[in-house]
């Protein structure tokens, strides 16, 4: 009788646990849609912009840029080991525009809630392809952010199986991975500012910041004149966010959902703020992996819930997709070892990758805070006489303010690279920026795909 008695009492253990595991059905699927949304985003400015940028007649054309660099490291083979891109074997116009477009249906296919491994690497190599020749225009820290990002998410999906819900659950392996990945985003970002300006020590960083950032959103003056205290509230905040609330994503479910909730609503705070392109969605993307699917059946819709938990209940763990799984958490190790280093240096450096796939990177924004805005705007005039009592008219970018009557548009997530780089270039020397005189050059021209960079032509015809 006392065995029967410990066997039930075992069952019952057994099931609870069974009851009380986390899952993470739901997580991959929303990880997976807001992914897919930041790609479609990415690659719909590829569409836009990559061949007044970088094409054949565009402002830093790839074919110059890959001679360049096949010829420093003595051919095309190892520019591509170092440099690794689909446009090594062929970069016209055309193909620029077909890589581009392919990555966007593909991203509509995955908001769809259709994806796996095989989609998930295509849209992985399609945009590192293009971050690897985008020269400035690709500079920044979240296109390498993607690049990782996009990796690891291949890795939640099984091979072939495209439904929102598989046969197979998403290895855990993976959702640490992503948890690690927040980790360094955040952690990144803070150490940056904590070791940088001096103004978000003394937490007066945001009475310049709203003002003085890349490109201001419809929201941006009301945060800039919100009260003093207000303003140091806000600048604890970022320190909390971002310092404080990383070390717990390791932490168990309660501290950990807690942690998710800071970073996830930090985020949306910037993308009120400013125009930050798809940074701050992008950052959201990993913040997801502190939840699991009991925290997501109070926030989602019942029908989806009611999905998800029937594909538990007939779910299996993968053991092909476990043991690859295990292979790209050690792999990902490895490589962790010296970005993990840089951020603990005192001399980080941020928004860097250390080896040619971008598959583990250190991070960082806003080091240091501008305290006055400048900005670059080109003028022209169809007047014989080029003195100043000319009738000078500027050329009004997209999101860049110009017209100080105007209120700044909403851009985010949404990218101007033109717009982005005129913002760095403000604050530096034209030799700085070789570029910006074939800039010149093609407005001079009325060059058609120069001018769709901006908002308008002042002289049309």
Same mark, same amino acid.
């Given at each position: 009788m006392e065995a029967i008695d410990k066997t039930e009492e075992e069952s019952e253990e057994a099931i609870s646990a069974q009851v009380v595991a986390p899952t993470y059905w739901?997580?991959?699927?929303?990880?997976?849609?807001?992914?897919? =949304?930041?790609?479609?985003?990415?690659?719909?400015?590829?569409?836009?912009?990559?061949?007044?940028?970088?094409?054949?007649?565009?402002?830093?054309p790839v074919g110059i840029y890959l001679e360049r660099i096949s010829a420093?490291?003595?051919?095309?083979?190892?520019? /591509?080991?170092?440099?690794?891109?689909? /446009?090594? =074997?062929?970069?016209?116009?055309?193909?620029?525009?077909? @890589?581009?477009?392919?990555?966007?249906?593909?991203?509509?296919?995955?908001?769809?809630?259709?994806?796996?491994?095989?989609?998930?690497?295509?849209l992985w190599i399609l945009y590192m392809s293009f971050n690897h020749v985008g020269?400035?225009?690709?500079?920044?820290?979240?296109?390498i952010q993607l690049t990782e990002t996009g990796f690891l998410a291949i890795f939640l999906c099984p091979l072939l199986d495209m439904r929102p819900f598989p046969r197979y659950a998403p290895p855990f392996q993976i959702i640490v991975l992503f948890r690690w990945l927040i980790f360094?985003?955040?952690?990144?970002?803070?150490?940056?500012?904590?070791?940088? +300006? @001096?103004?978000?020590?003394?937490?007066?960083?945001?009475?310049?910041?709203?003002?003085?950032?890349?490109?201001?959103? %419809?929201?941006?003056? /009301?945060f800039h004149f919100l009260p003093r205290a207000g303003l140091k509230i806000g600048v604890w905040f970022n320190h909390i966010a971002e310092v404080v609330a990383p070390l717990f994503v390791f932490w168990p479910r309660i501290a950990r959902h807690i942690a998710g909730v800071v970073i996830v609503v930090f985020q949306l705070t910037i993308i009120l703020s400013g125009?930050?392109?798809?940074?701050?969605?992008?950052?959201?993307?990993?913040?997801? &992996?502190?939840? +699991?699917?009991?925290?997501?059946?109070?926030?989602? %819709?019942?029908?989806?819930?009611?999905?998800?938990?029937?594909?538990?209940?007939?779910?299996?763990?993968?053991?092909?997709?476990?043991?690859?799984?295990?292979?790209?958490t050690v792999v990902i190790a490895v490589l962790s070892l010296q970005p993990a280093i840089n951020m603990l240096s005192p001399g980080q450096v941020?928004?860097?990758?250390?080896? %040619?796939? +971008?598959?583990?990177?250190?991070?960082?924004?806003?080091?240091?805070?501008?305290?006055?805005?400048?900005?670059?705007?080109?003028e022209g005039t169809d007047d014989n006489d080029t003195t100043d009592n000319a009738n000078w008219k500027p050329y009004i970018?997209?999101?860049?303010?110009?017209?100080?009557?105007?209120?700044? %548009?909403?851009?985010?997530?949404?990218?101007?690279?033109? +717009?982005?780089?005129?913002? /760095? &270039?403000?604050?530096?020397?034209?030799?700085?920026?070789?570029?910006?005189?074939?800039l010149v050059w093609k407005l001079l021209h009325n060059d058609k795909g120069t001018l769709s960079l901006f908002a308008g032509n002042p002289f049309p015809g």
């Open positions: 739901l997580t991959r699927f929303v990880i997976l849609r807001l992914l897919g =949304f930041i790609y479609a985003i990415a690659f719909a400015v590829a569409i836009n912009q990559v061949v007044p940028l970088i094409g054949a007649g565009g402002l830093t420093a490291l003595g051919g095309d083979a190892a520019g /591509f080991m170092r440099l690794p891109s689909l /446009f090594w =074997f062929g970069h016209s116009d055309t193909a620029l525009l077909i @890589v581009a477009w392919i990555g966007f249906v593909l991203s509509l296919v995955v908001v769809a809630g259709y994806a796996n491994a095989l989609i998930m690497v295509v020269q400035e225009w690709y500079g920044y820290g979240w296109e360094r985003i955040m952690m990144g970002a803070g150490l940056i500012k904590l070791r940088g +300006d @001096v103004a978000w020590r003394n937490a007066t960083a945001l009475q310049y910041h709203f003002e003085t950032q890349p490109i201001p959103g %419809p929201l941006s003056r /009301f125009n930050l392109s798809f940074l701050n969605w992008l950052t959201i993307v990993p913040a997801l &992996a502190c939840f +699991d699917d009991g925290f997501w059946s109070k926030v989602l %819709p019942k029908g989806l819930v009611r999905r998800a938990e029937r594909a538990g209940q007939i779910g299996e763990e993968s053991k092909p997709m476990g043991a690859t799984a295990w292979v790209v941020m928004n860097t990758s250390f080896e %040619p796939f +971008d598959l583990v990177n250190t991070y960082g924004a806003f080091g240091t805070v501008g305290q006055e805005r400048l900005n670059v705007v080109f970018y997209k999101g860049l303010p110009v017209l100080l009557d105007k209120r700044p %548009p909403q851009i985010a997530p949404y990218q101007l690279r033109l +717009d982005w780089q005129m913002w /760095f &270039a403000s604050m530096a020397a034209p030799s700085d920026y070789p570029w910006t005189y074939n």
